[in-house]
């Protein structure tokens, strides 16, 4: 038993949806709540209402526990019992009813920002940039009134992660994989670009939003957008170094006035130990005041040995950074790409190791499946391309969970 303000409490032991218990983490620090007493007043909240509720989607949902007054778990338990729910969709329910009238304050969130890095190239991480840019953006509003529909498009509707969210790629890498699989050209070398907002300002007479492009398909209205790649990236350490300002700032400071714009800020970032990668890294620290999970590094990697070399390389980087600017860099998780059980030992025991690291987590396990290769020869979004392939539902199961 635990006593909280002098009220006797049980152990509440359940299963909750990663984006209802982040929402709910999230919303009870906003308001300086206790999780315990947003859950507590969630349950008695449901077991007053005598509207029929909407389910909620539980797959995948993960443990979860708390702190109840006692006597209310069983009444809760009774209650399900009689409503015909299970236990898991019992709680979910009560958690939606305290988020919906328990509203965060109206200020302004600053944008999320994803870096999405290793320092090993060939993982995967343009298609991870792209998919997950994708899944932010996606609508099921818009899924549902796409043509061609299919039997399993209002199923798959409620796979959607968010109801569309205003999303950039940013295309960091000088190689320019991002904007080619898109059908797009680099910016040559001396014409505006990211680059030059870093490090020439003063030369620039283009706001950057104005370099950027709209990806076009309906599912994405015109909500996500891409920042290419410049020609003149492949210089950017040089020109970092003889960069008379805060080198590791120079990446927010061309981005900053593009963060009113969007909602989340997805970067695809070179496999470099350099400066370029410093200023990425410090891009996707956590601000002050900002949630936690809210902006940092998500990571493919592979299930070999390199691989996880090319990790701990990263990590020190980070280290690195965090200690000399006194940051706090969240890794929001692993994604372990072009996985093949059939590789055998080395595969499954890799794999095996990146589960067992508990943090970050692994927050999908993705096939060397055709769908994406295929839209990358078609220089089409993979949502669009093929959005029911398993490829697809993973980079949803990634937005959710990072939701």
Not at 55 to 72: M, R, V
Not at 206 to 231: K, M, N, Q, Y
Not at 236 to 255: K, N, Q, V
């Amino acid at each position: 038993m635990s006593s909280t303000s002098g009220v006797e409490r049980e152990k509440l032991v359940s299963k909750l949806p990663p984006p209802l218990r982040q929402s709910l983490k999230v919303r009870a620090a906003q308001l300086n709540t206790d999780v315990q007493d947003a859950v507590t007043a969630g349950i008695q909240t449901w077991r007053t209402h005598m509207e029929p509720l909407p389910a909620i989607e539980t797959a995948g949902a993960e443990s979860f526990g708390t702190w109840l007054p006692t006597g209310l778990y069983d009444g809760f338990k009774r209650d399900c019992a009689t409503r015909g729910v299970s236990y898991i969709q019992g709680l979910a329910q009560s958690v939606a009813l305290w988020l919906e009238q328990n509203p965060a304050d109206d200020e302004a969130t600053p944008a999320r920002r994803i870096i999405v890095c290793n320092q090993k190239g060939g993982v995967g991480k343009t298609a991870v940039t792209a998919g997950l840019a994708q899944a932010f953006a996606e609508d099921h509003r818009g899924l549902l009134s796409v043509g061609g529909k299919t039997d399993n498009t209002a199923e798959l509707a409620q796979t959607v992660a968010h109801p569309g969210l205003r999303v950039l790629m940013v295309d960091y890498d000088p190689q320019g994989h991002l904007s080619h699989q898109l059908g797009l050209k680099v910016i040559p070398a001396g014409s505006e670009s990211l680059i030059t907002h870093m490090i020439n300002r003063e030369q620039v007479r283009t706001h950057l939003i104005e370099l950027t492009v709209r990806i076009g398909d309906t599912r994405f209205g015109d909500r996500l957008r891409i920042l290419p790649a410049a020609f003149d990236a492949f210089l950017l350490d040089s020109g970092l170094t003889m960069f008379r300002g805060p080198r590791h700032a120079a990446l927010e400071r061309a981005l900053s006035p593009l963060e009113e714009h969007f909602d989340v800020i997805v970067i695809d970032s070179p496999p470099s130990l350099g400066l370029a990668m410093d200023a990425a890294i410090y891009y996707g620290r956590r601000r002050d005041s900002e949630k936690l999970g809210a902006s940092g590094l998500v990571i493919p990697v592979e299930a070999e040995d390199t691989s996880a070399q090319a990790y701990g390389m990263l990590i020190n980087q980070v280290h690195s950074l965090a200690t000399d600017y006194d940051i706090e860099v969240e890794q929001l998780g692993l994604v372990v790409n072009k996985y093949d059980s059939r590789r055998g030992y080395i595969a499954t025991s890799s794999l095996e190791k990146w589960k067992n690291l508990g943090t970050p987590p692994v927050l999908a396990v993705i096939g060397d499946l055709k769908e994406q290769r295929e839209a990358v020869r078609l220089q089409k979004p993979l949502l669009a391309y093929s959005p029911e392939s398993d490829q697809a539902h993973h980079m949803r199961e990634i937005a959710r969970r990072l939701a």
